[in-house]
């Protein structure tokens, strides 16, 4: 069965200082790599895709990375409107052409001014 | 600009009263899901329409039941509402190409009193 662990769990940072979230991963053939960024009471926003290993993706303060095993999203001098919760889900094998995903329980990122 | 839109944002219903939440969405995505998300929890697959083909997950209760009567639109039925089912409600879609990305709504809060 495929499994999804992230960590931290929270993790509270000051402003400008870089830090890296994990996502560890089990799944029998990886058909992707996704990451959402989640802000209280709201749906996830999607961030990035990635599908292969040594696969690196940006967007401004945000670079997402992919190895075999566990995928990071390197967080680079953030701001306070950085603060959410990341989640990282895999694309589990889709029946009849529809994709499911499998969530990570989230990394709650805390930027203090 | 809205892509998925679900309604209410709040709902709030008692023990025992039908509720019905909606979805709709304007990617023209074949596929549409729908998760539950209690608090600081990774949000649950509850079932998914591939175009008009009803998947259930084998955990999802009798009590939450779908339908979705074009490709825009999608319902969640909540036929007989616990305290248990007090959560934030997402509707996402998805295109039907393998490691295509999920775009999710905002979310319909459940209150269950």
């Known amino acids: 069965e495929d499994q999804v662990t992230q960590s931290p769990e929270a993790l509270r940072l000051q402003e400008g200082e870089s830090s890296s979230l994990n996502c560890s991963y089990t799944v029998s053939g990886l058909r992707g790599l996704f990451w959402y960024r989640q802000d209280p009471g709201k749906g996830p926003e999607f961030l990035f895709t990635?599908?292969?290993a040594g696969e690196e993706k940006e967007k401004e303060r945000l670079k997402a990375t992919l190895t075999k095993k566990e995928s990071f999203l390197h967080i680079t001098a953030p701001k306070p409107e950085d603060s959410a919760t990341y989640l990282c889900?895999?694309?589990?094998?889709?029946?009849?052409?529809?994709?499911?995903?499998?969530f990570g329980q989230g990394t709650r990122l805390t930027i203090n001014p | 600009d809205a892509m998925v839109i679900q309604n209410p944002r709040y709902q709030v219903t008692q023990f025992g009263k039908p509720v019905t939440l909606s979805c709709s969405q304007t990617l023209n995505h074949n596929v549409m899901y729908w998760y539950q998300q209690k608090s600081s929890q990774a949000p649950k697959l509850l079932f998914h329409y591939y175009d008009k083909d009803f998947n259930n997950e084998a955990d999802t209760p009798d009590n939450f039941q779908s339908r979705r009567p074009n490709t825009s639109f999608c319902f969640l039925d909540i036929r007989s509402p616990g305290l248990g089912d007090a959560a934030m409600y997402l509707c996402?879609?998805?295109?039907?190409?393998?490691?295509?990305?999920?775009?999710f709504g905002p979310g319909t809060r459940l209150t269950v009193t």
């Open positions: 990635l599908y292969s």
């Open positions: 996402a879609t998805s295109s039907t190409r393998f490691g295509r990305e999920q775009y």
């Open positions: 889900a895999v694309q589990e094998r889709s029946v009849q052409g529809a994709q499911k995903l499998v």
